[in-house]
């Protein structure tokens, strides 16, 4: 049987092009499970309506898994939610105009259950997180370092990391390598090899781009859902 | 210049005139201390004095943060359930003791030193609390030295002195994006690196019960781990005399306590 996941994040309340997604995916052929990678809110526009429809999803659309990504840390943090800090976070970088946007953008009727998601699922070996488990503003993309990567995927013990929060899309194979150690300690001396181990890290993309992942395959597609008047954009497959 | 690195003082001030007695001898006046001066030991104040008498460059511990900051520090420091019972004890007991400026210094310590391509941590450049275990995956360890800019990495925390050297590294990798059809394949080297950990003066973990240190040779970049003999009687019947828990003395006298090693070696507090 043909098991495809579609990842999806950074929608910041844009319920129009979750609709395309859902839209798209319908279409799409094995598509078993809808993964929505956080930043579903954000400061640029009202939010409720998408947060209705993700807890309220339609029959005969992919139910949506959620977990919450930096926008939702930050407003939970400000709504004394998480831990003892306000958004601080954001009020540095952007500034208490932003902070009380982000406010406005969502009724507090939502906050019970953006308070119970989830910092990240993990399905068979992969990890499925906003950022990474060593921050949810974890920027990773093509460019980080391998070093970091392999420290990531480390944390999680996972053979794949699927991460949004840089918006990027991409995905990076560690294909090979090895790294010598050697330890001195007062018993003496030993050698190791520590070899790369066949990893990857999947960047997921934000708003209308959004990933398939063909679990079988191990193939990742990068996609583009777009409205009528445009023509569907297509990665590589 | 030969320089001694010291750790996890833990307020056995027998073992500390030992071993800055023992560097003494080594004609090295050169000492930097990477923190835990307090915690589970009987003589907090005394060894405090005596750190900030003799002006040694000092981090701070897991330990000093948590005396400072209230016990918010993460129970995830405690390997099990019985030891962070026994440790929040200890905790209570150091807090009581502490003059305020002891308390003070511990507060106006910084998390790192740097010189030059060095840099001396208690734990790791990520926390006071994350363990370098010597199996720790070697990548990721390679990570925690690249992260502070350092060419070799002093930590303690672990109690087991070890030096560690990473070598001859490398990582090929293929990337597939939205803008390149055919995936592009690269392969990186990486820098080689030390991380030396020093062990610990008061509660050592290491399989003996001698206190431990290192001597770091910084021209020929040559590190020595240096056992040293103290008078556990004496601490051992300081820690029954100041009605801590009788398993702390136990502990010095045996050496190594295996329910107490860290479970997780790259376990990162999340506090
Ligand atoms: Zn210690
Ligand atoms: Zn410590």
Redesign the interface.
Known sequence: MIERWALVSGLKGDLETYELIQRDLKKARGVTALFVLGDMIGPERNCDALLNRLQNPRRDELQPQCIYGWWEEQLLAEQGLRGEQKADALRLNQGEEVVSALLNAVDTYHLKWLSSLQFGFIELDCGLIHGSS?DIGDNLT?ET????L??RL??LDVNRLFTAHST????????????????????GESQ?K?K?SKQSIIGIGAGA?YTIYDVGSDK?H?LTAVGQCNTPSK??A | MKHAVISCLHANLAAVKAVLNDIDQKGISDITCLGDLVGYGPQPNEVVDLVRELDIACCQGCWDEDIIEGLNACECSYPSQLAEKRGHLAHQWTAEQLTDINKDFLASLPTSIRRDRILFVHGSPNSQHEYLLPDMNAFAALERVEKAGADTLFCGHTHQPYVRDLKNGSIRVRLQNTSNHNAEEKEINLPMRKIVNAGSVGEPRHGSTNATYVIHDDVTGQVEIKEVVYDIGLTCQAIIDAGLPRIFAWRLSHGFEFAEQAEDASHVCER
Do not use: M
């Not at chain 1, 370092?145 to 970091?148: D, E, N």
């Not at chain 1, 090895?178 to 330890?183: M, N, T």
């Open positions: 060593a093509s370092s391998p070093l970091i392999i420290d480390t944390r990027k899309q991409f995905h990076l194979e560690l294909t090979g390598g090895g790294l010598d150690s050697q330890v001195k300690d007062l018993n190791h520590q790369v781009s990742t990068f990665g590589f």
